[in-house]
């Protein structure tokens, strides 16, 4: 992008130049965080990389600030509509439009947080692929900003819309040795279950995974572990932290 300046005309008609901060001006700002990465694929999804040997033991909800340090190492993750994370004062626009005071506000928020799940945002097969990948772009933007801007662990979020497209889905990632994945939609119906199932063996046959970190609202883990048994199958560690939705549902079968 290439940079202006603008003529500036002191009093006594001495002439200097002021530096035109082009990217603010056109809503550029989220390049100051993609000029620290690579972009990669066809679409030029931001790199982000994660290969954390500590992993969180507790993943608390965007909505659940309470619960954001309920131990040392909670994970605060965003599996909700995305309305509650995504409105006009959502995080993404706070950093498309370097709302400086909505980012304090933010790092105020999430201070003291170690780890976060990248940002779920909803793609779906039946939606224009232009907007899919836009939404993809913006998890890996959120991601970029909690890493540089809070020093914390992003574990990667397993985005998926078909098998055919886990690529562009996985473009960015391929080597991280962590992935996070919700569960929380995906075990009720039989072409759920399949459409995870093959992403999550894209993902164990084309990344060097170590570790996948499960959002799950089952009471008992056997219903995770079965959709994730191509993983373990092949020595992946499955991690599935406790949550207040999972606390719930195991109180009621109690």
Not at 193 to 212: E, H, Q, S
Not at 213 to 222: A, F, H, I, N, R
């Amino acid at each position: 992008m290439d940079k202006i300046s603008r003529k500036i005309v002191a009093p006594d008609g001495t002439v200097s130049r002021c530096k035109v901060d082009l990217r603010n001006k056109l809503n550029y700002n989220y390049l100051n965080l993609t000029d620290k990465t690579v972009l990669t694929g066809d679409y030029d999804i931001p790199t982000v990389y994660c290969n954390t040997i500590t992993f969180p033991d507790y993943l608390a909800l965007y909505s659940q600030t309470g619960y954001y340090h309920r131990t040392a190492n909670t994970a605060v993750c965003f599996y909700q509509y995305d309305r509650v994370f995504d409105g006009i004062d959502g995080i993404y626009n706070a950093i498309y439009y370097n709302n400086k005071k909505l980012l304090k506000k933010y790092k105020k928020r999430f201070d003291g947080v170690k780890f976060f799940i990248m940002p779920d945002y909803s793609v779906f097969g039946d939606i224009d692929k232009a907007e899919n990948i836009n939404r993809l772009k913006k998890s890996r933007i959120v991601a970029l900003w909690l890493s540089c801007e809070l020093r914390a662990v992003v574990i990667p979020n397993l985005m998926y819309v078909s098998a055919e497209e886990m690529p562009i889905f996985c473009s960015g990632i391929e080597n991280c040795s962590v992935l996070a994945l919700s569960l929380k939609s995906h075990v009720r119906r039989a072409y759920e279950r399949n459409l995870t199932k093959a992403a999550v063996k894209y993902a164990v046959d084309n990344m060097p995974l170590k570790a996948i970190v499960v959002y799950s609202g089952c009471g008992k883990d056997e219903t995770a572990l079965a959709i994730l048994k191509y993983a373990t199958d092949n020595g992946i560690k499955i991690i599935i932290p406790e949550n207040s939705l999972r606390e719930r549902n195991r109180g009621r079968c109690a």
